[in-house]
């Protein structure tokens, strides 16, 4: 059994190469739309938010052989706590993350709380693109400035309005938004200021950079949290190599 830790397109990838390959696969999300992009015939899923203890539970008891890291580049405690379930159970671990691109025109910095302080003193309307998780940290910035783009499903909304936001702030959507869309919804709401975080370009971070270029509107990019991964794979051609090799060699 290989355990995929999912919740993002590049884990869907990921299942249904693996199923197509006739490997048996579990995949874990924490999400309803993390599940809906999971399911595929062959692919059992797990929803909910475990803990290290969980997971390690998880590998024993579901006889999970390899574990394949693919959540979130921001979901740090999730990988966290998947490294350390696979090192106490001693099955080994693979990250995949997404490839990284430094943007020039952008302004980067640490953490949402660095996004905040930076955008304190500066007029104008801002765009959110953080997730509905977040938004309650910008609140302090002024409810009435902040328009976020959410994913539209009742959490995410929920979440926007217990934050504080404005019913007209909240943008309701799934998928990558085009560089056009991006560019009507800065002129839509006057955007001054557009904050997104550093999730490659399955996250819309090239479409998100262009209509900020055009409109010249202020990209602030919070940067991806550091963590030591022992093996890294950012390309599925190299990741797939590494788990065939893997097979072969416990098949022995």
Known sequence: M????????????????????????????????GRQLSEFPGIEVVQGKLSCEE???????????????????????????????????????????RANTRFES??????????VAYLAEKPGNILL??????????IPLG????????????DSISLCEQAGLQPAGIIAMAGVSSVNLNMA?????????????????????QEKVDAA??????????????????KVYSDYQSLFLQIKNYQLLTTD
């Open 129 to 138: 693109t953080t997730g509905s998780k977040f938004v309650a940290k910008f």
């Open 213 to 230: 270029k055009q409109k010249n509107v202020e990209l602030i990019i919070i940067q991806r949290p550091t963590i030591q991964y022992p």
């Open 55 to 97: 997971m390690e539970h998880l590998i024993q008891t579901r006889g999970v052989r390899l574990v394949v890291d693919a959540s979130h580049p921001f979901a740090a405690e999730v990988s966290a706590g998947a490294m350390q379930a696979a090192k106490n159970t001693a099955v080994p671990y693979l990250r995949f993350e």
């Open 185 to 205: 919804l800065m002129d839509e709401f006057n955007i001054r200021f557009m904050v997104t975080k550093e999730s490659g370009v399955e996250g819309g971070l």
């Open 2 to 33: 290989i355990w995929v830790v999912g919740g993002t397109s590049n884990a869907k990838e990921i299942c249904e190469h693996l199923a197509s390959e006739a490997h048996r696969v579990l995949v874990s999300v924490t999400t309803d739309y």
């Open 106 to 115: 952008a302004t980067y910095v640490d953490s949402y709380e660095a996004a």
């Open 143 to 154: 409810a009435e400035r902040l328009f976020a783009r959410v994913l539209s499903t009742s």
